[in-house]
């Protein structure tokens, strides 16, 4: 009797109700309380509508909706991580029952750069060193793989990129009012963060001009494509420009397509003729204007130098092992170089295997997830010009290339299992 009492549909809403009465003196005396107690309830609401795995489709969306918006949250903890383990929580009915693949190169590649980081966190034993190394780990290594694991697939995979670009564009519009005289920040915590999250923008419109129908391709390509266009022209960042323009060059290279390639010539001209113009409220901070050397280049190329040169110095005078991944050593704005500087030239040759395992399949197009890669294609392009090492706007693309190599690996696999057909012989007469 007593648990029949339970199941019945009116208590749902009474027991959500006693939870807020119980709750609401605690959620007074804190915002983030309140908000935290807020969100819980609406976690039990969706559960008992939809379902665990629905509810934690939901989750990982919004999780990827949200990773570009970077300053919401505390510390280093974002509501996109919050988020993202929520989905991964929810799922694990399934997820304990999904074998987990990866190509062998990134495990091997992965397992050696990991070994190397935690050696050099050990030999120089120091809280800020342990701390740096295990968010490195966990963006290129960790939080690739759990993406994976959760395995997005079809449409929920494309509702997940879409909700990454959307979250862009929302970042972009949100920081626009605040510009003045010097340039868009966003929802994020630098600048040059919103140009990175606007690159991997661009990156993913090869994919969702595919996979997307033909009644929204143009619109969300065309919308997705505007606001991470007027993101990087507004954030200022020369890194995201140029390796939007060399992505948006390589594309039809890629494709092979001519008409392609003379579109994206053709619209790519006007719309940085259009943007730099006359859509720009910065002076002179605009990322065009900044490539041209105008607004405060010249400091920030200075810093550029020195900071390139002081890390390059501390990589050389430790080759093996390195001094450990630490913020305030290693803004060398060289990812290449400041990965070589903290666990040495061997954990950076594993480092770089470990992203040229999340591309191999970029010339697979026949298959519509080689397009996955471009992200990680982006994160190795702008490696070069960028300091940027942390975050999930970067982990949670780089798990999507690495479906994309599961994709194409497994039909190349399938393909392979399927017997040729038996030549035709003439009968001996």
């Known amino acids: 009797m007593?648990?029949?009492?339970?199941?019945?549909?009116?208590?749902?809403?009474?027991?959500?109700?006693?939870?807020?009465?119980?709750?609401?003196p605690v959620a007074l005396d804190s915002i983030e309380i309140g908000i935290a107690i807020a969100g819980a309830l609406v976690l039990v609401i969706m559960i008992e509508g939809l379902g665990l795995e629905r509810t934690s489709v939901v989750m990982m969306v919004l999780a990827f909706g949200l990773a570009p918006a970077d300053d919401l949250g505390v510390s280093f903890l974002s509501v996109s991580d919050v988020l993202f383990f929520l989905a991964i929580v929810?799922?694990?009915?399934?997820?304990?029952?999904?074998?987990?693949?990866?190509?062998?190169?990134?495990?091997?590649?992965?397992?050696?750069?990991?070994?190397?980081?935690?050696?050099?966190?050990v030999v120089e034993n120091k809280g800020e060193v342990y701390y740096y190394t295990a968010r490195v780990i966990f963006t290129f290594v960790v939080l690739p793989m759990?993406?994976?694991?959760?395995?997005?697939?079809?449409?929920?995979?494309?509702?997940?990129?879409?909700?990454?670009a959307a979250g862009t564009s929302i970042s972009v519009v949100y920081g626009i009012p605040s510009i003045g005289a010097y340039r868009n920040y966003g929802l994020t915590q630098h600048p040059n963060v919103l140009g990175y999250t606007a690159m991997l923008t661009v990156a993913l419109v090869p994919f969702l001009f595919v996979a997307l129908s033909r009644k929204w391709r143009f619109w969300i390509c065309g919308a997705a494509l505007g606001g991470a266009g007027i993101g990087i022209i507004t954030s200022g960042s020369r890194a995201a420009l140029v390796v939007a323009i060399v992505l948006l060059l390589?594309?039809?290279?890629?494709?092979?397509?001519?008409?392609?390639?003379?579109?994206?010539?053709?619209?790519?001209?006007?719309?940085?003729?259009?943007?730099?113009?006359?859509?720009?409220?910065?002076?002179?901070?605009?990322?065009l204007s900044r490539l041209l050397g105008a607004g405060d280049v010249s400091a920030s190329d200075r810093a550029r130098t020195e900071g390139v040169e002081r890390t390059w110095t501390i990589a050389l005078e430790h080759p093996w092992l390195g001094q450990g991944f630490q913020l305030t050593d290693f803004l060398g704005h060289n990812v290449y170089i400041q990965v070589a500087a903290a666990v040495g030239f061997f954990g950076l040759?594993?480092?770089?295997?470990?992203?040229?395992?999340?591309?191999?399949?970029?010339?697979?197009?026949?298959?519509?997830?080689?397009?996955?890669?471009?992200?990680?294609?982006?994160?190795i392009g702008a490696g070069p010009v960028s300091p940027q090492l942390t975050d999930r706007y970067l982990g949670l693309l780089l798990g999507i290339a690495l479906v994309g190599v599961n994709a194409v690996r497994a039909q190349r696999q399938a393909d392979a299992e399927v017997p040729e057909p038996m030549p035709l012989r003439r009968l001996n007469r």
């Open 2 to 24: 007593g648990l029949n009492a339970l199941r019945h549909p009116a208590m749902v809403p009474v027991l959500l109700t006693g939870g807020i009465l119980l709750t609401l």
């Open 90 to 121: 929810l799922a694990l009915p399934r997820l304990l029952r999904t074998p987990l693949e990866f190509p062998a190169t990134f495990i091997v590649a992965a397992l050696v750069f990991s070994a190397i980081c935690l050696l050099s966190s």
């Open 146 to 164: 759990m993406v994976v694991w959760w395995s997005p697939r079809g449409r929920v995979l494309v509702w997940m990129l879409v909700a990454y």
């Open 250 to 287: 390589l594309v039809p290279a890629v494709e092979r397509s001519i008409p392609l390639a003379l579109t994206v010539a053709i619209v790519g001209v006007a719309a940085i003729g259009f943007i730099a113009q006359r859509a720009t409220p910065t002076e002179g901070q605009d990322a």
């Open 349 to 379: 040759a594993a480092f770089i295997v470990i992203l040229i395992s999340m591309v191999t399949p970029v010339f697979a197009t026949g298959n519509i997830h080689s397009r996955l890669v471009y992200p990680a294609i982006a994160v």
